[in-house]
């Protein structure tokens, strides 16, 4: 069974840094394509870093958090990890760690490929 689960939020000041983690299981890490989601309120969920499976390991991100956000994983801790530099209002938001259950092993991929953690809360403050 894939499961993930994300830990590192919390509140932190604007034009910070911090950095979010997921920690995955029951499936072979290195294998699928993993990704960071990020949902404010009132608005919808969206993806904003993905990383392909351990045989490219490349990197994907949103057009406009390219130079905000770096993604990374580790296959022999079987975990995920997204910096987050200068922290802005609109990252207050609940992130969530994602696998591509699929194994596709491509980024991008849809929602509906993700099995997801709880989340994690980040409040920006001013």
């Known amino acids: 069974q894939v499961r993930v689960m994300e830990s590192g939020g919390g509140a932190v000041q604007a034009g910070g840094s911090l950095r979010l983690s997921c920690t995955a299981s029951?499936?072979?890490?290195?294998?699928?394509?993993m990704a960071w989601f990020r949902q404010a309120p009132g608005k919808e969920r969206e993806m904003v870093a993905c990383i392909t499976w351990s045989g490219s390991n490349t990197e994907y991100y949103i057009d406009s958090e390219e130079n905000r956000f770096t993604i990374s994983r580790d296959n022999l801790k079987n975990t995920m990890n997204l910096q987050i530099h200068i922290l802005k209002s609109e990252d207050s938001a609940m992130w969530y760690c994602?696998?591509?259950?699929?194994?596709?092993?491509?980024?991008?991929?849809?929602?509906?490929?993700?099995?997801w953690g709880q989340g994690t809360l980040v409040i920006v403050s001013p």
């Open positions: 994602a696998a591509d259950y699929t194994g596709w092993g491509t980024c991008p991929f849809p929602e509906s490929r993700a099995a």
């Open positions: 029951g499936f072979s890490f290195g294998d699928y394509a």
